[in-house]
């Protein structure tokens, strides 16, 4: 990691492209139509093929031969041992699936930056792939047999992949996949040492073009059952094949020695011993291993009859896998310094190529720590990030020995200590460094070493070391990432503002995440971070900012997700009860809440440990009405040295103990406690828990006989709420004291003030208010035009009463002019009859509402007798789609997409004759239509292709001349790298111009040029 913090690890990633390339095909191959046709018909039948036989049965030059036969592109993964770490397999089937697919190119890293776990973040990347006609092979299976959490993400990806997708999977031996509804039956197809084998005629091509014509053909098959590498190398002269078992009995390794090692010079097989640790061999990487005049070596090599590929026309070459494991475990058996030699030089093959794990595995494997010191120093962010814990946790254990007590590693094992919410661990290492005196050279070397040290010591309740560390660290943005932390124990003389610091990107982001939260700020808290760890710690903040927005059912959704392996104390401990709480089921309130502080003990937090046991103050008091229960638990939090001292910990219990005590006696002890709550998150600008205090506080105040002061409370109350974007906290403090909206709504002079749709909200949740009486009419005007009088369906006689009644919803206080009317509703006729049409829908439409309410004609204007709630569908469409204008993102996307599910339901006022109407339908269509493309926008720039194309071709459906939409079109096809589509899309948009008379504008034309290049 740099100095100033930011890992940029998913931008780094080193992968072994020789993994990801499809492997050659031997030049003596003989082509065998019969095998490669079936397995092509069989890939291309089935989602998911299996091919499962003993080593040397042909299986992946079967599987080359048949995709190669196939119309589609191909994406090759081969496996190792290492690639049981899941983060490790996730990061190369990604880099395989964009090498035909671009698109999915860090889909998988987004989606652990996301907090996504690594098997869900397989299925994100396979939907990735959508619409591409791939086949994915994953070859050497065996080697994840004995890693479940590898074989869920292979699983998951198999699971999610796209229907256009073919998978084939292949091993040696039978591996389990929970694959569900994909590998049910019709779905699924296996290949096995039957269909491999060869028959009578290949095996007699194949000995001919080896060369070999002391072997009669029908013997090899028949005493090696049709085994390729039993035919090709004669393995069943070994005395322990039996006869008719194939490959089964495998004795290559016996062949191996006697027939083909045992035939070569010293001096190669040295060579080919040596050289086993490659998985390709060429000079150059021969000679990094010590192997002088590699060169010539490998190209004596090749005239010999050995089991390994040639690069067509070079001096690559690659052992076929049994092959180069029998010589791998014969060079293991030199043992001693040989060994160690080769395998430190491999390292340093792989140092220079960058590829640092592995590097690190092979100086580990031999005992070099020190040799790996450099390589592990290289890497274990990286590992981190992938969030690979136990892989990290291993290499820095390995190498703990030799390691420096300042160095990259230290800044990982304080990844590692909070990532596993280990803060004693962090404390631990941060004591040592002090009994060396080397703290404070730590924070001046690495500004993130600091901040993560000092996040240890601040959940330790050591928040006097955190300053220090922070004092002693240059200025960046992982140490106001701290001073943010910090304002949550004393926010005066904090160098950061209340709305925190920008976020730069790298790791110390989770931690301005959280403060966010503790600030009010709900969005912020809940947007996902850039690093993958980031959001591995933080996941709990955005279930917790779900359900502080009022978004309880997504934030229970993910909570339930949740790998309990990932922040199991701030997820179990503080946010889980919490939800819970909200949901108002009290028995698994309690057990969440006490199974959570286990997690917490181990933690080693102190303040997760306070916040517990008031979120168990809040159990007792929300769900148990017990204030007595609450103030005893309040108590002992507050003689705790942390409760009382952190800030945001004393604001909380001072605004539980002000809900008890109000509970309990109308006295002025909750007046004092609620006073200085409020005022205290006024001056610190932790606001989570303002709209609950003021509220508590406006009761105290009335209860007090001030009651200016209690309606200034509730107005603090709403301002706080509405700087949280959601009246979910506001509500519930309601609930509890629902006449605080009841005297506040005396002061109204309106009926539609904020204060009026709170009581509202709070009577649909089964609260009783008391709120004015007046009649409320929904209008219905997309599909069927319908009204609704409180509730239920009525119909007036005329349909010129509902025409009349969408003109006064949408005009300035429900009223009109007559002229207007009459001009809007019958085409600016002023006759007579149509004065009289008029009054009969008026009429009509007053006989369907509730007496006394109207509309009436009062002299040349009509309105309503009475205060009525009138909305319409139209308007509800417009304002929503005004409020999605001033979100971004994501947000504003699913705020658009919910306004547009209005005008899905049909035309606007169908089969209503009036001019009005049809302008207004004319503008709405257009609105829609704007809608539409804005949301198609969105949508591609999130990668949503299908959803963006979707949209915008609805839109150019109604309007096809938005040349704009058609520009769009093209990119979306661009971007799934169908060439055709884009010039299909830029003739459609040619052919409908030419309607108007005109052509494509010269951006048009251009983007055409660039989307063909």
Same mark, same amino acid.
């Given at each position: 990691m ?10 780094r990633?080193?992968v ?7 492997p050659?095909?031997?030049?003596r191959l003989?082509?065998r139509?019969r095998v490669?046709?079936l397995l092509?018909g069989?890939?291309d ?20 031969e048949a995709?190669?036969a196939?119309?589609r ?12 770490a899941?983060?490790r397999?996730?990061?190369?089937l990604e ?5 035909p697919v671009?698109?999915a190119s860090?889909?998988?890293?987004a989606a652990l ?7 869900? *973040?397989? &299925?994100? $990347?396979?939907? @990735? %792939? ?5 086949? =994915?092979?994953?070859d /050497?299976? !065996? ?5 479940p ?6 699983a ?5 992949a ?9 091993s ?8 569900? *509804?994909a &590998?049910? $039956?019709?779905? @699924? %197809? ?5 269909? =491999?084998?060869?028959? /009578?005629? !290949?095996a007699a ?7 070999i014509?002391t072997v009669?053909?029908?013997h ?5 059952g049709?085994?390729?590498?039993g035919?090709?190398f004669e393995?069943?002269r070994?005395a322990?094949h039996v006869p008719?078992?194939?490959?089964? %009995?495998d004795?290559l390794?016996g062949y =191996?020695a ?5 035939h070569?010079e ?5 060579f ?5 640790l490659?998985?390709?061999?060429t ?5 990094a ?5 590699a ?7 090749r005239?010999?009859h050995?089991p ?10 690659r ?12 060079l293991?058996?030199r ?10 030089a491999?390292g ?6 960058r590829h ?5 595995e092979?100086f580990l494997r ?15 962010e ?10 990290a946790?291993r290499?820095?254990d390995?190498?703990?020995p030799?390691?420096p007590?300042?160095?990259?590693l230290?800044?990982a094992?304080?990844?590692l ?7 004693r661990?962090?404390?631990r290492l941060?004591?040592?460094l ?6 404070e ?5 690495s500004?993130m ?6 996040w ?5 309740g ?8 922070v004092?002693?660290?240059?200025p960046?943005?992982?140490v106001?990432?701290l001073?943010?932390l ?5 926010h005066?003389g ?11 990107g ?6 301005v995440r959280?403060?966010?939260y503790?600030h009010?700020l ?9 690093s993958?760890?980031?959001e ?19 934030a229970?959704?993910l ?6 392996a990932?922040?199991?104390?701030w997820m ?10 909200d949901?108002?089921?009290v028995?698994?309130?309690r057990?969440?809440l006490?199974r959570?502080r286990?997690?917490?003990?181990a933690s080693?937090?102190?303040?997760f440990?306070?916040l517990n046991?008031?979120?168990e103050?809040r159990?007792e ?6 204030p ?9 939090v507050?003689?705790?040295?942390v409760?009382?001292?952190y800030g945001f ?9 002000g809900?008890a005590?109000l509970?309990?006696s109308?006295?002025a002890?909750a007046l004092?406690?609620l006073?200085?709550?409020v005022?205290?998150?006024r ?22 006989g001030?009651?200016?002061g ?6 603090l109350a709403?301002e706080a709420a ?8 506001l ?10 909206v009841?005297?506040?709504l005396?002061?109204?002079a309106?009926a539609?003030s904020?204060w009026h749709?709170l009581g ?10 008391d709120?004015?009486a007046r ?11 319908r ?8 119909r ?5 009463s ?13 009223a009109?002019d ?5 001009d ?6 002023s ?7 008029l ?5 009509r439409l007053?006989?369907?509402?509730p ?17 009525v ?19 971004q ?5 699913a ?11 049909g035309e ?14 004319e ?5 829609v ?5 804005e949301a198609?926008h969105?949508?591609f ?5 299908r959803?963006a194309e ?5 839109a ?16 979306i ?5 169908d060439?055709?589509?884009?010039i299909?899309?830029y ?7 030419g309607?108007?008379?005109?052509q494509p504008?010269?951006?048009t034309?251009?983007?055409?040029v660039?989307?063909?290049?």
């Open positions: 740099s100095q100033d913090g930011r890992t940029g690890s998913r931008g990633r080193s072994i492209q020789s993994k990801l390339a499809v050659p095909l031997s030049e003989v082509a139509p490669s046709g092509a069989i890939v039948a089935h989602p998911l093929v299996w091919v499962c036989a003993t080593a040397g049965s042909g299986k992946t030059t079967a599987v080359v995709t190669a196939l119309d592109p191909v994406a090759w993964l081969t496996l190792d041992d290492t690639d049981a899941p983060g397999l996730l990061t190369y880099a395989a699936l964009a090498r671009p698109r860090d889909v998988a890293g930056a996301a907090g996504i776990p690594h098997a869900e *973040a397989a &299925g994100l $990347l396979a939907e @990735a %792939a959508e619409g591409a006609r791939l086949v =994915l092979v994953v /050497e299976l !065996e080697r994840l047999a004995d890693a959490e590898a074989l869920a993400v292979l998951a990806f198999v699971r999610y796209p229907a256009a997708m073919r998978v084939v999977l292949v040696r031996v039978d591996v389990q996949l929970d694959l569900g *509804a &590998g049910a $039956l019709g779905r @699924a %197809a296996a290949i096995g040492e039957g269909a =491999l084998a060869f028959t /009578e005629a !290949e091509q194949a000995l001919a073009r080896g060369g014509d009669d053909p029908a090899a098959v028949q005493v090696t049709g085994w390729v590498t035919v090709l393995a069943w070994s322990e008719g078992s194939g490959g089964e %009995a004795p390794s =191996l006697s027939q083909i090692l045992g070569l010293p001096a190669d097989r040295d080919l011993e040596a050289t086993s490659l998985d390709e061999v000079p150059a990487r021969a000679e291993l010590g192997q002088p005049g060169g010539d070596r490998l190209v004596a090599l005239a010999r050995l390994v590929v040639w690069e067509p026309g070079g001096l690559r070459m052992c076929h896998p049994r092959f180069r494991e029998y010589l791998v475990e014969r293991e058996r043992g001693g310094e040989d060994v160690r030699a080769l395998r430190c491999y340093d093959l792989l140092m220079a190529e640092h794990e592995d590097a690190a092979q031999v005992g070099e720590r020190e040799r790996a010191l450099p390589a592990v120093e290289a890497v274990v990286a590992v981190v990030e992938r969030l690979d814990f136990a892989v946790e290499l820095l390995e190498v703990a030799v390691a007590p300042l160095g990259p230290t800044v094992e304080l990844m200590a909070i990532g596993g919410e280990d803060y661990r962090g404390g941060g004591d040592r002090d009994a060396a005196g080397e703290r050279r730590l924070a001046r070397t500004s070493a600091a901040a993560l040290l000092a240890c010591y601040w959940h330790l050591r928040d006097a070391d955190a300053r220090a560390v004092a002693a660290a240059e960046s943005p992982e106001d990432a001073h943010y910090l304002r949550l124990v004393d005066e904090s160098p950061v503002p209340p709305e925190g610091p920008a976020l730069s790298g790791p110390l982001d989770a931690l959280r403060v966010n503790a009010g709900v969005r912020e808290a809940g947007q996902s971070p850039a993958s760890w980031a591995a710690v933080t996941t709990p903040w955005r279930v917790g900012s779900l359900r502080a927005s009022g978004r309880t059912d997504q229970l959704d909570y339930r997700a949740h790998p309990r990932w922040a199991p104390a179990h401990g503080i946010v889980g009860p919490e939800l819970i709480i949901v108002g089921d028995a698994e309130a057990e969440v006490l959570g286990e997690d917490i003990r080693g937090s102190l303040v440990d306070v046991r008031l979120i103050a159990l008091l929300r769900l148990c009405h017990d007595d229960a609450a103030l005893a638990i309040l108590d002992a507050d003689a705790d040295p409760g009382g001292r910990l004393a604001e909380q219990s001072d605004t539980w103990r809900l005590l509970m309990r109308p006295g002890e004092t406690v006073e200085r709550a005022e205290r998150m001056a610190s600008g932790r606001i989570i828990e303002l709209p609950t205090a003021a509220i508590l506080l406006a009761e105290a105040r009335w209860r007090a001030d009651e200016d209690a309606d200034a409370a509730a107005d709403l509405t700087r949280h974007g959601s009246n979910h906290h509500l519930q403090a309601l609930a509890d004291f629902p006449a605080v009841a005297r506040r005396d002061a109204e309106g539609d904020r749709e509202r909200a709070l009577m649909a949740e089964g609260v009783a208010i709120l004015p009649t409320t009419i929904r209008l219905a005007e997309f599909g069927t035009a009204i609704e009088v409180d509730g239920h369906e009525v007036p006689r005329i349909a010129k509902v025409a009349l009644l969408a003109y006064l919803a949408a005009a300035p206080g429900h009109a007559r002229d207007r009317l009459l809007a509703l019958f085409g600016g006729r006759d007579e009859s149509t004065r009289a049409y009054r009969q829908a008026v009429h007053r006989e369907v509402l007496e006394g309410v109207g509309p009436c004609l009062d002299g040349s204007q009509v309105r309503f007798d009475a205060e709630d009138l909305r319409s569908e139209s308007d509800e469409l417009t304002g929503r789609l005004r409020e999605a204008a001033r979100l993102g994501e947000e504003q996307l705020a658009i997409l919910d306004a547009l599910a209005i005008a899905e339901r606007y006022l169908p089969a209503i004759p009036a001019p009005w109407a049809d302008e207004r339908r503008r709405l269509v257009e609105l239509g704007e809608a539409r493309v198609a969105l949508a720039a999130t990668g949503r292709y959803q979707e949209l915008v071709e609805a150019l459906a109604a309007d096809p001349f938005r040349e704009s939409a058609w520009r769009l079109v093209m990119r096809a661009g971007a799934t790298g060439e055709d589509r884009v299909a899309a003739r459609r948009c040619r052919r409908a111009l309607e108007l008379g005109t504008s010269p951006s034309r251009q983007l055409l660039a989307l063909r290049r």
